[in-house]
């Protein structure tokens, strides 16, 4: 009998309990792209976050304080809880966006650092850090913005429901 003879097959490293690493070079060539755009995310998160800010709070104002002032001047006597809740709500969803903006910036920053350490890895270098606890910190940060950028959703969300309970109550 005859045996076949050997063939060069790609074989992956276990890298952690999550993924496999191919150690041919287009999966280096494929890491270097999401490099590239990972980079373009952080780029944009950056840029993005003066609108964001901006859109919200310029939103809030004028809808809550153009239109509550003069409601105000004409009713004597109103219960402002409701508006002043839901500005606080307005304010909570700024700021929540805010830090999501940070985390997302930081989330591209860690994923671009593991990534690079995953090419390191592919031309037998010495990683840059723990890539174990690069990985953490990628993964609690895309957590934190997942969370916070709901946050922002609901606090919006939120303050104009309670914006709407108080013009329809006061109006």
Not at 113 to 124: A, G, M, P, T, W
Request: charge should be positive; hydrophobic fraction near 45%.
């Amino acid at each position: 009998m005859k045996i076949a003879p050997q063939q060069n097959f790609i074989v992956p490293r276990r890298i952690n309990s999550l993924a496999f690493v191919d150690t041919s070079d287009r999966y280096v060539s494929k890491l270097e792209k999401h490099i590239a755009k990972a980079e373009e995310a952080m780029k944009y998160s950056s840029d993005r976050f003066d609108i964001l800010i901006i859109s919200l709070a310029t939103g809030a104002l004028v809808l809550s304080l153009g239109s509550a002032s003069g409601l105000l001047a004409n009713i004597p006597k109103v219960d402002t809880s409701l508006l002043k809740f839901g500005w606080l709500m307005m304010i909570g969803s700024i700021l929540a966006n805010l830090v999501s903006q940070i985390s997302g910036y930081f989330a591209n920053q860690k994923d671009i650092e593991v990534s690079n350490n995953l090419i390191r890895l592919k031309r037998n270098k010495q990683t840059i850090g723990t890539q174990k606890i690069l990985e953490f910190w990628c993964t609690t940060y895309n957590k934190a913005t997942l969370i916070l950028n709901g946050l922002s959703m609901l606090l919006l969300v939120t303050g104009m429901v309670t914006m709407v309970l108080f013009y329809s109550n006061n109006i």
